[in-house]
Nanobody
């Protein structure tokens, strides 16, 4: 049984930083992991993903250059370092397993493994 658990959310001022963690358990093979976010009244959107083997990454245009995704396979943990945060980054952030394509990961969740989410609030 694959389980994902996010942590690290909180309240931060505009321009500040947070690091989210996604701890995974129950993996018997490697997976691509993605971060998604959902603001009130909006659809869930893909933020970033990291491939399982060569750690190829992908970022949404809205966060490229500000967010960095990484993984520590020894700890089964994926991180999302968020810098230069903006009020529009306010959302519940989720991690999930994602589909892989030749050459990397996608921002399309497999749909079967999601964490419970962690709230990120950026004040102006």
């Amino acid at each position: 049984q694959v389980q994902l658990m996010e942590s690290g959310g909180g309240l931060v001022q505009s321009g500040g930083s947070l690091r989210l963690s996604c701890a995974a358990s129950g993996f018997t093979s490697v997976h691509g992991i993605g971060w998604f976010r959902q603001a009130p009244g909006e659809e869930r959107e893909g933020v970033s993903c990291i491939e399982s083997q060569d750690e190829t990454t992908l970022y949404a245009d809205s966060v490229r250059g500000r967010f960095t995704i990484s993984r520590d396979n020894a700890k089964n943990t994926v991180y999302l370092q968020m810098n230069s945060l903006k009020p529009e980054d306010t959302a519940v952030y989720y991690c999930a397993t994602v589909f892989l394509l030749a050459g990397g990961c996608t921002l399309v969740a497999t749909g079967d493994h999601w964490g419970q989410g962690t709230q990120v609030t950026v004040s102006s």
